[in-house]
Structure formats: structure tokens, C-alpha cells
């Protein structure tokens, strides 16, 4: 049985007056220290030369590599707090990416961090930045990269909004030599951005392409795909269900 | 003759044998595995490369450090309790000291390396861990002997590991400060003062093991010939131990002992 409610008028005075005050303090308290907390954010140093950090890792590059990688990757975590991706210059960001691809020859991670987590930036700049940077080292090393363009380019296609570098990228794709081995749909990926399918539809599609042709060895990269998958089907369910309601 | 070699091996080797080593050891392991399992939990890929180059790492340097501190106590104390002076009223040549001193320093080793091997080959492959414990052993004893010259020369522990880290640090950085010394000339417009001191650097870097003579790291990133990376590694680390141990025995001959 629910029990009755007294109107708010009827409650004293000084309790709604205290009420109404300590919102509006709370409201000012939490605008202000967000504004202190932006002010907190420790900016991105520049990186050395790839020569200078090749020379510190004691004959351990490819660790160094990995562990500047991850320490970027934690840079948005700040004394316990997350900071927006729109707070981080994208252009010494591009150059820590780059010094790591260069001081760790044939690693990933670099290009992992560009396409799955600095892509997820809503700057239009920021965003077309980091394709270019996809872009430009997957000339590297095709072989390796070919999976971060074809995600680029559907990023491309439907955050940046710009169909005709999402076709590039697709098209750079499709112009590898035989001897690069990527699945057939991966060197076919303008159709699958010139078909009529939303974001959502399109990174289901993707993923289980990625999945399906067994183009992911790594297991953490497996299991992070599976949970996005999962993810975004769970989404789309949703989006249809809400827009049948 | 030998079998004298060997009983004096056999009491240093038990001297040296505590119940504070395998304490010291088992928490080095397992702070390693702790914080390598953090590192792989942070990756979002090639986690178990990452986990297993860390712990590789970080075992290495932890155990170097102990390894020479081991070996440094060991020899301090024969100063302290003139066992030298003891050794040698008996029918002892000092070459036999120091042979026995290599044997202990080659069996701590393996008793150091046995444990990283059983890790690395959890995290990565068999054939990954016998690399990294052959390789590990080989920089161990070459750092070791390094710490029996440093004890037997300056007598006090915290000089000889200090001079012996510095040697290390020195052939493990010998690329970073000889760029830094590149810098300086090009900074200094060629000036003969940078250019001496580059010269000097050079000239002393032929002196200190090479950095070939250490274990590789990169081989758990990339597919390399693991039988050519040891032999490399085998061969420099055998011509800078003999140079060392020559040093040594040079160094010893010429000590006087008060018998």
C-alpha cells in the first residue's frame, strides 16, 4: 500500500528554502570543479627521438615500445578521473604514435590505439587527424595494417561522414598485391560502404567478417571483438525495438 | 689439484646457500608475476608478449642486483674472517681461489635462472623459456665475475657494487651516451674538448662486454633464430669472462697477505 504524500507547499518553509540552497551550491560546487578538474589535465609532452628512447631501452625496444604505448594509452586517466579525448592535442598524440611505430618495428598497438580508441573522439579535426595517421602508416606495412584501414574507413564513412575518403582507404585496400593475404570482402570493402547499412549494421557486419575468416590471432583482440560484437548487437536490438514502439 | 678446487668450491657454494637467497628469490618471482599480470591486464593487445618481456626484464635486472650483491658479501667476508690468509697456509695456488670462486658463481647462477625459466615458459613457450634462462645465465655469470673483480680489487662491498653496476649500466647504455656525446660535438660546433671526450668514451667502450653479450628481449615480439642470438651471445660473453678472469687473477697475484 503506498503510502500518502504530503503537497510540497504544506513542508516548512525553511526546509524547502535549505533544499533550493543546497541544490544550487551543490550545482555551482560540481560546475566548478569540473572547471578545476579541466585545469588538472597534465597535457601530453612532447615525445624524444625514436633514437634516444631506441638507446634507453638497454636492447629492450620493442618492451619500451609497448610500455610507452600503454603509457599513452592510460594518459586520458588522470588522478582517478577520465578526461575527455577533446582535451588531448591530436598532434603530439600523432607524434607519440608515431615515435612508438618506430622504436617497436612490426607492432600493432600503435595503430590499435588510432582506430579503437582515439577515433572515438566527436572533433571532426581530431578525428580526421588520426585516418590520416591510419592511413599513412598502413602504407608500412600492409599486411599488418590492412584490418585498422578498413575499420578507419568505415569510421570514415559514417562518424566523419566523408564518403570519399572511406572510398580511398577502401580503394587502397583493394589495389594490394596478391601477395598481402586479407580476406576477399576485405579488398571488396566499398560495396559493404556503398551498401545501405547504419553505423551499427556496418561494425556487426565488420567484426563478424574479422571473426569469421579467423583474420584475429591475438586472443585479447578476439575476446575484445566478441564483446563488442555482442555490444553493438545488443544496440542495434534496442534501436529497432524503440523505433517499432 | 682439482679436487682441491672443488672442496673449496663446495664450502664457498655453501656459504653462499641461505634460507634469505630463496626468500629473496621467491618474492623477486612473484613480485614479477604480480606486476606482469597487472601490465597484461592493461594491454588491450599482445598482452601475454607485453606480460612476458616485462617479467623477462624485471627478473632480469632484480636478479642481477642480487646476484652481485651475493657474490660481493661472499668475497667481503673472506676479507673480514682473513680467510685468504687461512687458504693460503695451506697447499692452495690462488688460480685455484678463483676457480672456485667461477664455479660458485656459475651454480648461483643456475639456481637463479632455474625459476624465470619455469615463469617464461608459462607465460610464452618452452623454447622461449630455455632462451631466456641460457641467455639470462649467460649475462648473470659475465655480471658476476664482474662483481668477484670489483670485491677482490676494492675490498668493500658497496664500491665494488657500485663499480660493477656502473660497468653494466655503462655496456647496456653505451648507445644512449654515445649519442648524447654526438649531440654535444654537433652542439659544441666540434669543439676539442667534446670531441676528446668522445674519443675517450669510444676508446673505453672496447673495453666493456658488448652489447651482443646480453639477452635479447626482442625475441618476444619478433620470430628471431634464438641458436644464432645464443651463439652470438655465447661467444662474446666467453672472451669478455676469460678477459675478466685473467684480470682478476692479475689483481690477486699481485695482493700481499699478512700470513
Redesign the interface.
Known sequence: MRRGERPILQLPRFLVFAFMLLLAAQVTWHHYSQQHLENRYEALGTPFSA??Y???A??????LG??LA?RL??HDSQAGQHFNYNLIDYAVLLDWLDRITVI?P????PM??AS??YTTTRDQQRLRLILGFIQRRFEDNPQLHWRRLAEASLIARHRLGDLGLALEMAAALADQPANVEMPVWARDFKFLLLADMNELESAIAIIQALLQSNAVH????KR?LEQKLLEFQQKLFDSQQSAYN | MNSQTISLFRFLMLGILSKRLLVLVAVMVLGAALSGSFIHELAIIDGAAIQSAFVADFLRYGLALLALLMIATSVAEDYESRQFERLLTMPLARWQYIAAQSLVIACLCVFLVLPVMVLISIYSNPALGLYWAVALWLELFLLGLLGMLAILSLEKIPQAVFFALAIYLLAKLSGLITLMLAESVKLSEGSVTSRVIEYIFSAILYVLPGTRSFAENDVFFNSLDLMALLGEQLLGVVVYALFILVVCLVDFYRKEFNL
Open positions: 633514437a634516444i631506441g638507446a634507453m638497454m636492447g629492450s625496444e620493442q618492451l609497448h610500455l600503454l594509452q592510460l617497436s612490426g607492432t600493432e598497438y590499435l590505439l579503437r580508441v591475438d586472443p585479447d583482440e575484445f
